[in-house]
Structures are given as C-alpha cells and as structure tokens.
C-alpha cells in the first residue's frame, strides 16, 4: 500500500484574529510532504474548537491517506476531538490525557509526535525538530512505494528464454550467478513486483516449468531489519513472545492459526520475520505449518488469499471443516508432536479479555499452548503495521469488510460507508476510527 494524498489542520483561534502569522509552519510540511512523494490536497485554519476540529479529523481521514495537525497551544482540544472521532477513553500520556490507542512517537530532546491511524499532531514551537527528527521517516516509508522479492535457486536446463519470458511491466525477471556447488548448473532466479500477487503467480509459473529443478527459495527485503529496529512497544513485546514461545518449544513443535483475516496475517508475517533473523538456516529448509479451520461458505477472496500466502511465505497449511476443538483434534492426532500454537487473539475479541500471552487450552479440549502475542493490540495497530510495512492482506478489506466471517453471516461494515459520497460508497477497513464498530458487519444474516 502506497499512500499518495495529505492534508494539513491549524487549529488557530489566534491567527484566524489577526494576531499570529501560522503560515510558515505549513510551507515546511507541505514541503516534507511533496517531496516524500504526496500530493497536498488542502491546508485548512479553523478555530480551536473540539466539535469543529472533531468534524474536520473526521472528514480528512475519509479523504486523505496521512492528516497532519500543528498546534499552536493547549493540546485539549485536539484530545477531545480525537476521543470523539475514535470513541475512545483517555489516558495519561507525558503528563497528557489522550484516547488510549495513541502512539507517542519520539526522538531524543524532542517533544514526541503524537499519533494515530495517520494523523500526526505536531506543535508549532517544536516543528523543525519534530518534522526532520520523527516525521520525516514515518511519512517516507508510508508513502514509499511496495516492493515484494523473492529468490529461487534453480537449474534452468535449456529454459531461459521461457524464463525471460515471465518478465512484463508487472514483474521483473534476473538472474544470478551460479550458487550452489552441490549441484552443476544451479543459478538463482529473483522475481520482483510491485504487488504480491504478481510475485506468486510468477512462482506458479516457474514451478510448472522447472518441477523438481525449483531446489529453493526465500523472500528478500522483506522489512526483517525494520521490524527488528522498531520502537513500537506493541511489536517490540510481541517479538519477544514470539521469540520464547519458538525457545521453549521448538520450531518443529508450533504451528500457526490462520484464516486469512488481517490479524493472523500480522502475526503470520512477525513469526515469519522472527524465524528470518533467529533462525535463518532452518527457515530455508522447513515450511512453517499453519491450521486454517474453514467455515462453510467462505468468501472466494479469502481462501485465494490463503492460497496465496502458502505460496508466497513456503508455507504447509492443513485445511479442516470443523469447529476449533475439533479441528485441533484432527490435527493434533495427525501431529502428536505439536505443542503449542500462535494465535491471533486480542482481548476486545469475544470471550478474550481474561487470557494471558501464554494460556493452556481447557481440561476438555486438545492439550496445546495457545500463544497470543497480540493481546493488547488494538485495531489500529493492526493496520498500522499491514500498510507500514508493506504486508499483503485480503483485499475484501479494501471492500469495506473489517472482520470476517463467512458470505452468509458477513457485510461490509456500515460505519465505512462514505459520508462525503452521495453513492454507497465503502472505504477500506483501515478507514475506521471507531474500534468498537469492528466487528458491526458480522453475525448479520443474509437470508
């Protein structure tokens, strides 16, 4: 995901007054902002007033990818209109009160950014700071542009040219030295593309051509280093759940829940990223194995998604139709030596708000640790690590869908229909402000 458009907010009573010049400060932002590659759609002053600038938030986030906001004074104002466009309670932040899913985003000496699903609020004393020290990187990388890689080593056996032949404005096509002594003839093939999609069906490709000649692959650039340098508190305690829970019982012995949606997709990339830089040797050589309990009726989109990601990450995946409890079973009495499972879970889902990272199923059920590394994640730090670091997901997400279920039971969430259309317009999941409305279009019949 690539974002392309900003707008910026100056809540000003004095300037609207005549008595202060605010606009330098948007020049330096607009300036940021084109030069990272956004086209700056509109530059607004308003009065500090928590309705009007909640309305303000509201509209710009619908229209625009990232909303800058410059304060000029008291930050309660912009407290209150975030909390009133999220729904969300307060917290103390830096002696602060906030809405609770907030991110402060800091560099050293420098009063911190604060942040939420691509709204920045920045304050005029401290702009220089802030824009080159935080902002700069932040905004780069959500605008930069995807880019998905991976390399194959293979023997081509007279098949170049058919190899070549892949290569369209979609997908580039290299080719490598010779690197594998073990076997005469074996070079490496990258494919690359600005989407995903484009990189699996590129692989598909080279598998039907090539067969038993596909000796191996991995992906490249795939944000390993970024994830690892994060100072998300979120990630940074994930990764170290992740990390015990492959310590304590070994990579032949987890496996991975995932269904396609958005939250497993997050936590099959972190496991995957983790296994990169902790054991890189055996990510090469072992496919991580991942249960998908599939519903009736599932939606086409997801399973090709789910088919997908097998491809793309070198996944094995056991597809069963059941309930969870007996899907467990059935896999566990077909691998007795699993011991524990990663789970997508957190607390704001149903029957979730008591578990612990790491939890024991209950006495009736199949014996199998479930680790939860997302806990307190809320939506929004879903979403934030999906489009900053370039993760592929399900594209009914872009659809207006925000959680899913199955095509009998699900719609697209009411609250994405957009307000500033007068068609049935739905934005995409990332949209949405309100954490409480998640789950709003399932359970919902269709009959």
């Excluded at 940021?32 to 710009?60: I, N, P, R, W, Y």
């Excluded at 058919?162 to 030295?177: C, N």
């Excluded at 997050?266 to 990510?283: A, E, M, S």
């Excluded at 139709?321 to 789970?343: V, Y």
Aim: aromatic residues 10%; charged residues 25%; contains cysteine.
């Amino acid at each position: 995901m690539k974002f392309a458009s900003a707008a910026v907010l100056i809540p000003s009573q004095a300037f609207l007054e005549g008595q202060v010049d605010v606009t330098l400060n948007p020049r330096k932002i607009v300036q940021l902002l084109t030069d990272s590659g956004l086209e700056v759609k509109k530059v607004t002053v308003l009065e500090e007033d928590v309705h009007q600038l909640a309305g303000e938030l509201q509209t710009f986030t619908q229209l625009y990818d990232i909303v800058i906001v410059v304060l000029n004074g008291d930050t309660q104002c912009a407290s209150q209109a975030l909390a009133n466009i999220t729904s969300q309670e307060v917290s103390r932040f830096t002696d602060q009160l906030w809405p609770k899913a907030v991110k402060l985003l800091r560099a050293e000496a420098v009063p911190p950014v604060i942040y939420l699903q691509r709204i920045f609020i920045v304050t005029a004393a401290a702009i220089d700071d802030q824009l080159n020290l935080i902002l700069k990187r932040h905004i780069q990388q959500y605008s930069k542009e995807p880019l998905y890689s991976k390399q194959f080593q293979v023997i081509v056996n007279g098949n170049r040219k058919h190899i070549e032949a892949l290569s369209t404005d979609l997908l580039s096509v290299s080719f490598g030295s010779p690197t594998n002594a073990d076997n005469e003839g074996c070079t490496s093939i990258t494919l690359k593309a600005k989407d995903f999609e484009s990189v699996v069906k590129g692989e598909i490709y080279l598998r039907n051509l090539l067969g038993q000649n596909m000796l191996a692959s991995k992906l490249l650039d795939d944000g390993t280093d970024l994830i690892y340098q994060s100072e998300d508190e979120h990630i940074r305690q994930s990764i170290l759940v992740v990390e015990r829970c492959l310590e304590d019982y070994g990579i032949d012995n987890v496996f991975l829940s995932f269904n396609g949606g958005k939250d497993c997709t997050v936590l099959l990339h972190l496991v995957h990223t983790v296994l990169c830089r902790k054991y890189p040797n055996v990510k090469d050589q072992k496919k991580l194995f991942c249960l998908y309990v599939r519903s009736e009726n599932t939606f086409h989109e997801q399973d090709e998604f789910i088919e997908q990601c097998l491809i793309y990450y070198n996944l094995e995946i056991m597809s069963v139709t059941a309930n969870i409890k007996d899907a467990l079973r059935i896999t566990i009495s077909k691998k007795p030596h699993l011991k524990a499972c990663f789970m997508g879970t957190r607390r704001t889902d149903p029957f979730c708000s008591h578990l612990n990272a790491f939890q024991m199923t209950d006495s009736d059920w199949p014996e199998i640790m479930r680790c939860s590394p997302f806990l307190d994640w809320h939506y929004s730090d879903i979403w934030d690590y999906l489009l900053y670091y370039k993760v592929p997901y399900c594209k009914l997400y872009d659809y207006g869908f925000t959680s899913l279920g199955n095509t009998t039971n699900t719609i697209r969430n009411p609250s994405l229909i957009c307000a500033e259309s007068d068609k049935d317009i739905y934005l995409p999941a990332y949209k949405m402000l309100r954490e409480k409305n998640e789950r709003s279009g399932r359970n919902v019949s269709k009959m």
